[in-house]
């Protein structure tokens, strides 16, 4: 079939690549303009975008959707079907174009985790399995009619990285299998049925550690779920009262239960550790504001934590 493909991030290339070597014909690729980014404002291209110009793909990159100019560009590439996989919501004058539809990948199985992180907040709420869907767009976000779905359990030690990665690769496989379903003929739409969950985009504020509301687990949890990015952030302050940003990356739960009024404590070479509302958690590995992402005892190596304390 003749297919459009919308994408934006890394996590779609890896779909992307898996179209474009299969029986299917990519007739454009279509993703967001680029963008200014960092100190210098440097222009900067989507994931997506780069594999399409390595591989002489069509781009197109509309900044607005319902454009005519750029509605007209797509009914003129006689697509049997478009693919999404991380991108904007679709006006329904372009995902009811092909005669095929319009299906999305989703890293979810849906109805659980509907939203923009679905990876993230299965670690965070200690889902112990997870997954890919393929759906067909309507008007309402993640709600359409499933066309495939694949599960995988969601390991004790897993972060959102490592989820990410693993669900990417599932994902390639699912889009190409669901395009030969539906150039075939054998695949059939069947409502979403079960428990639905948000999985809202994750703000700055969303990633500070609520140490005092969540247990040691819960901590553990959402640092994974959080890890590599945007990262689980804390503030220390300094014996001369300065807050200091700290990113989390990696930490242990443990069964030392807190006790009295001490929130941090560290024997300056080895550990250190952090009340949560229950017991201790163990800092493994942490980045300073302004300083390279450290193993604990690197870290300490080079910094003394003695007279800090957290920031509640």
Not at 178 to 189: A, H, I, K, S
């Amino acid at each position: 079939m003749k297919v459009v493909f919308f994408g934006t991030p890394d996590f779609a290339v890896e779909s992307l690549d898996a179209i474009n070597r299969s029986s299917h014909q990519v007739v454009a690729v279509v993703t967001v303009s680029d963008k200014p980014a960092g100190r210098g404002q440097k222009m900067i291209s989507s994931a997506v975008k780069e594999y399409a110009m390595a591989h002489q793909l069509p781009l197109m990159q509309p900044e607005k959707l319902r454009d005519p100019m750029f509605l007209g560009a797509l009914e003129a590439l006689r697509a049997d079907c478009f693919v999404v996989v991380a991108f904007r919501m679709l006006p329904e004058v372009v995902w009811n174009l092909p005669p095929k539809g319009t299906f999305n990948l989703h890293a979810s199985l849906l109805p659980r985790y509907r939203g923009a992180a679905p990876i993230n907040w299965a670690i965070i709420n200690g889902e112990s399995e997870t997954g890919v869907t393929t759906f067909m767009l309507n008007h309402k976000i993640d709600e359409g009619q499933v066309l495939m779905q694949e599960r995988t359990p969601i390991a004790a030690d897993e972060t959102a990285g490592s989820l990410h990665d693993r669900l990417s690769m599932m994902g390639r496989e699912l889009v190409v299998r669901t395009l030969d379903g539906l150039q075939d003929g054998t695949l059939v739409p069947y409502p979403q049925v079960g428990d639905s969950c948000a999985a809202p985009k994750i703000f700055k504020d969303d990633t500070k550690i609520p140490f005092g509301r969540l247990s040691a687990k819960e901590v553990e949890r959402m640092v994974r779920g959080l890890s590599p990015y945007p990262a689980a952030t804390m503030s220390l302050v300094n014996p001369q009262g300065t807050e200091v940003p700290f990113k989390v990356f990696k930490c242990m739960a443990t069964e030392e239960k807190c006790t009295g009024d001490e929130t941090l404590k560290t024997d300056g070479k080895r550990w250190l550790k952090i009340a949560a509302n229950d017991c201790f958690i163990e800092v493994l590995e942490l980045q300073m504001a302004g300083k390279k992402k450290n193993n604990i005892e690197d870290f300490l190596r080079g910094n003394s934590l003695s007279g800090w304390k957290l920031m509640i």
